[in-house]
């Protein structure tokens, strides 16, 4: 659960983080909602990234004691 919980929060802080700074550059340049829109695109480009990778070490931990080919343990 706790695993669930992080990835969540990694990918939602993602996209508020990119949120945030497209809505400070609309502000900023005096546009209406356009960095707005591609930021949070790049925020949920970048959030899955991240998660892809998480998810990715998670598994690597949990399968390094395993040999890939056959499950026999390895003996390195």
């Known amino acids: 659960m706790q695993i669930i919980m992080q990835l969540g929060l990694t990918m939602?802080?993602?996209?508020?983080f990119c949120f945030i700074a497209g809505q400070a550059i609309d502000?900023?340049?005096?546009t209406k909602g356009i960095f707005?829109?591609?930021f949070i695109i790049f925020g949920v480009i970048g959030g899955g990234v991240v998660v892809y990778r998480q998810i990715f070490e998670i598994i690597g931990e949990t399968?390094?004691?395993?040999d890939s080919n056959n499950g026999t343990?390895?003996?390195?």
Not at 63 to 66: D, L, N, P, R, T
Request: glycine share 16%; charged share 20%; hydrophobic share 35%.
């Open 12 to 16: 939602a802080g993602c996209i508020i």
């Open 27 to 30: 502000r900023w340049i005096g």
């Open 36 to 38: 707005i829109t591609i």
């Open 63 to 66: 399968g390094s004691s395993e």
């Open 73 to 76: 343990p390895k003996t390195d």
